[in-house]
């Protein structure tokens, strides 16, 4: 099972991710992602996260495919993973946290 929670900008996901690092979560269960694979490595080399590695594939629909699927990996429902997709489409940033405790919880 993976929790998810989408951001406009870099500061408010720094802040939740020191706010799960504080509260035991460990890195390895923490992922960043964007639709930029630039800012999505930069994030990540900040707040010492994870990305969900893409390979290079051919066309939009292959990389939506393959970007489904590795969402799925880490614990995000089919139904799920395209609506997040979309949201990576609208620009925003998502905080994947694989676990089974309260998130919102930890976050508020």
Known sequence: MAYVKDYKNDQ?????????LGNGVSQEDIYVLTHD??????????????TIELMQSEGF???????????????????????????LDQG??????????DFDDLLS
Do not use: F, P, W
Request: proline share 0%; glycine share 4%; aromatic share 2%.
């Open 12 to 20: 408010n996901i720094e802040h939740d991710i020191k706010k799960l």
């Open 37 to 50: 694979d630039e800012h999505t490595e930069d994030l990540a080399h900040k707040t010492r996260t994870h």
């Open 61 to 87: 629909d292959q990389k939506g495919n393959e970007l489904r699927a590795k969402l799925e990996e880490v614990g995000v429902s089919e139904e799920s993973a395209e609506q997040y997709e979309a949201m």
């Open 92 to 101: 925003k940033i998502l905080l994947i946290v694989r676990g089974e405790r």
